[in-house]
């Protein structure tokens, strides 16, 4: 996918994985607007039930549309006006965690919003940099100077998700970097960062190749279970 003729060039990789369970929580999402302004959302669906998969991808396409007209900090919280209510006892809201990015023709920046463990990387200076914290209690800990062992269930314990972000719990970013690469936990907890990197290095002039390489990367945990895995790569001219 690119952007309209006449605007500043911006090409779309995506690729996606069912995991072990069935139907998938991920989602993609992409929008472009007749000036060429380019949005993308991954969303992971907390979950794998059709409703969860459903939701996900309703979310998806409503904050790539909103972002790409208001800017990825609008489109997540948009995003969290469709799930805010968490439903009745018998059939609760589904939740997820997201991130968005989003370029404009005429900056020279690519902007990116997340909440939760969905991720951003850029390649700077041929180095893969990730450009966000997960929002969870293992890196909560981290950064709060704790240096004692971090059980490994909290890197499972998401602190903030879509339906319970706010203006002041959404995070962003912002790089020059013309390639942005966003992933679900599927790739980003199964790949390891060097491979992910070396592969971003070879592929960076082909965004379909470089997500489509990252996602049949991503192999099983050690319990066995393989998850959902998505990318959406961005390549802005």
Do not use: F, K
């Amino acid at each position: 996918m690119t952007t309209p003729p006449g605007h500043g060039t911006v090409r779309i990789g995506t690729a996606t994985r069912l995991g072990t369970a069935a139907p998938s929580g991920d989602a993609v999402a992409v929008h472009v607007q007749e000036d060429g302004a380019t949005a993308a959302a991954v969303v992971d669906g907390i979950g794998h039930t059709p409703r969860v998969a459903s939701v996900a991808q309703l979310l998806a396409t409503v904050m790539a549309r909103v972002s790409a007209r208001r800017g990825s900090l609008a489109g997540l919280l948009t995003g969290t006006e469709l799930v805010a209510d968490p439903g009745s006892g018998d059939e609760p809201e589904p939740d997820a965690v997201a991130v968005v990015a989003t370029a404009r023709p005429a900056a020279d920046r690519i902007r990116v919003a997340w909440v939760g463990d969905c991720r951003a990387y850029a390649v700077e200076e041929g180095r893969l940099r990730r450009l966000t914290a997960d929002h969870n209690l293992a890196e909560h800990l981290s950064l709060c100077g704790y240096t004692g062992e971090i059980p490994r269930q909290a890197a499972r314990w998401v602190r903030t998700t879509v339906r319970s972000a706010a203006v002041a719990t959404v995070s962003e970013a912002w790089t020059t970097s013309p390639l942005v690469v966003l992933t679900s936990d599927g790739v980003h907890d199964q790949v390891p960062h060097a491979v992910m990197e070396a592969l971003a290095l070879a592929h960076e002039d082909t965004p379909q190749a470089l997500a489509e390489a990252l996602v049949a990367a991503a192999g099983t945990g050690s319990d066995g279970v393989r998850d959902d895995a998505t990318t959406i790569v961005i390549r802005r001219a």
